[in-house]
């Protein structure tokens, strides 16, 4: 069966430290990888989302990057964090063979930025 | 893609049979209607989905009249775990691939 992972679960950094958040999906091949964030008590705001390897789609281009080194692989980064930048993280997938719309999320990385 | 509109919430008692309707006006041929629910510190979880007419799972009912402007999630005989946000998402099954969450509808249940 298919399984998403993402790490790590919480962190708190200062503003202008860097950021690097992972996800992995196991069991499943060429899968469409997204990241999504949620800010307290809001909605989820797409932020990437990539339908193979190297290719990153980006819907919010301020300081956050994605890559994907390998095809499960997803990852988040920052080289500078905002105070906004704050939120929960989800990545979640897709199958990338037959798209039927279904995202499957990870347990989320609830970030924040002091 | 098609702009979703919800009611921001809801209010319901346990028991009771639920609706939440989901606008879509610019909904185009290709695209189908999917709800997911979202509970706090959790990613969403799929619901149902649907093109047009009446869809039905063990979980929900998905009403889509004929015009497809619009649709209705209906949940049965809500308890207190039903307590959640509620995503409607239009999905474009060509290779868009982008999924976009609207703002929601928070359902609350009470006792």
């Known amino acids: 069966s298919q399984t998403i992972h993402q790490w790590p679960a919480t962190l708190v950094q200062p503003v202008g430290s860097p950021l690097s958040l992972e996800c992995t999906v196991e069991?499943?091949?060429?899968?469409?990888l997204y990241w999504y964030r949620q800010a307290a008590g809001r909605g989820l705001q797409l932020l990437f989302y990539s339908v193979g390897i190297g290719q990153i789609s980006s819907e919010v281009p301020q300081n956050l990057s994605a890559s994907r080194p390998q095809d499960r692989q997803f990852i988040l980064s920052s080289k500078k964090l905002l105070l906004s930048d704050s939120g929960f993280y989800l990545c979640?997938?897709?199958?990338?063979?037959?798209?039927?719309?279904?995202?499957?999320f990870g347990e989320g990385s609830r970030l924040t930025v002091l | 893609l098609a702009k979703t509109t919800q009611p921001i919430s809801m209010d319901s008692y346990e028991g009771q049979e639920v609706n939440i309707t989901c606008s879509h006006n610019?909904?185009?041929?290709?695209?189908?209607i999917t709800w997911y629910q979202q509970f706090p510190s959790q990613g969403p979880r799929f619901i149902i989905q649907g093109y047009k007419t009446k869809v039905t799972n063990e979980v929900a009912s998905l009403f889509i009249p004929a015009d497809r402007k619009s649709s209705t999630l209906s949940l049965p005989r809500v308890s207190l775990s039903d307590t959640a946000v509620y995503y409607c998402l239009v999905v474009r099954m060509d290779s868009s691939y982008k999924l976009i969450f609207g703002s929601g509808t928070r359902l609350l249940v009470r006792p």
């Open positions: 979640a997938w897709t199958t990338g063979t037959g798209f039927t719309g279904e995202l499957f």
């Open positions: 610019n909904i185009a041929t290709n695209d189908y």
């Open positions: 069991g499943t091949s060429n899968p469409n």
